[in-house]
T-cell receptor
C-alpha cells in the first residue's frame, strides 16, 4: 500500500510569488490535514479536508488556502509569498475521524528568497 | 484551547539504557487522544504510540511505553533498551475525540540523542 505522497519535495520561490503544494493520501483515506513546521513556531495546523470539504482551519492568514479533489488528493496554495513562509509543509492522511491514525508524508521544503 | 508542553528540548541516552521524555497538556475536554510521534532526519513523522484518554491502562508498543496520568494531565514516553535508530525528534500530540476532526496539536519536541 503506497504511503502519503507529497510533491514537490523541495521548492524555492521568490517573495511575492505564489506556490501550490500537492498531497496524495493513502488509497481509501478521505481526510487530509496540512501542517507548517518551522524552527520558531514548531508544528502548526493549517487546515483539514474531508470528502472535499474543509472542516477545520488553523490560525493562518487568507493567503493560505487549500482544496481537496474527488479522489481525495489535496492541494494547498500560498499566495504573495513572504520570507516567513519558508518552512516544511507536512500533509497527513486519515481514513476518517475518531480513533484513526494519521499517516504523514515526507513533506515539502519551501524556501522563499 | 488545548496546549501541549514538552519541557525538555534535548535529551541524551546511552545505547541499551532507558530514557523518559516528558509531556504535559492542558484541556477542558474529558475525551481525547494522545500520541507520541518520532521525526527522524528524513523528516517523515512516524507514530510511536497512542493513548485513548478513556483507557486507564497505559499503552505499550514493544520497547515504548507511556505513563498516562489523566488527573495530572501528564503523558510521558519511556524508551527501554535504547537503540541508535531511536535518535530523532519526538513530538507529543493531542487530538480531541469530539467534533469529527483529525487536527493534531503538537508540543515543541524533544531531540533525543543516543550515544553508542
Amino acid at each position: 500500500k503506497a504511503g502519503v505522497t507529497q510533491t514537490p519535495r523541495y521548492l524555492i520561490k521568490t517573495r511575492g510569488q505564489q506556490v501550490t503544494l500537492s498531497c496524495s493520501p493513502i488509497s481509501g483515506h478521505r481526510s487530509v490535514s496540512w501542517y507548517q513546521q518551522t524552527p520558531g513556531q514548531g508544528l502548526q495546523f493549517l487546515f483539514e479536508y474531508f470528502s472535499e470539504t474543509q472542516r477545520n482551519k488553523g490560525n493562518f492568514p487568507g493567503r493560505f488556502s487549500g482544496r481537496q479533489f474527488s479522489n481525495s488528493r489535496s492541494e494547498m496554495n500560498v499566495s504573495t509569498l513572504e520570507l516567513g513562509d519558508s518552512a516544511l509543509y507536512l500533509c497527513a492522511s486519515s481514513f476518517g475521524s475518531g480513533n484513526t491514525e494519521a499517516f504523514f508524508g515526507q513533506g515539502t521544503r519551501l524556501t522563499v528568497v | 484551547a488545548q496546549t501541549v508542553t514538552q519541557s525538555q528540548p534535548e535529551m541524551s541516552v546511552q545505547e541499551a539504557e532507558t530514557v523518559t521524555l516528558s509531556c504535559t497538556y492542558d484541556t477542558s475536554e474529558s475525551d481525547y487522544y494522545l500520541f507520541w510521534y518520532k521525526q527522524p532526519p528524513s523528516r517523515q513523522m512516524i507514530l510511536v504510540i497512542r493513548q485513548e484518554a478513556y483507557k486507564q491502562q497505559n499503552a505499550t508498543e514493544n520497547r515504548f511505553s507511556v505513563n498516562f496520568q489523566k488527573a495530572a494531565k501528564s503523558f510521558s514516553l519511556k524508551i527501554s533498551d535504547s537503540q541508535l535508530g531511536d535518535a530523532a525528534m519526538y513530538f507529543c500530540a493531542y487530538r480531541s475525540a469530539g467534533g469529527a476532526t483529525n487536527k493534531l496539536i503538537f508540543g515543541t519536541g524533544t531531540l533525543l540523542a543516543v550515544q553508542p
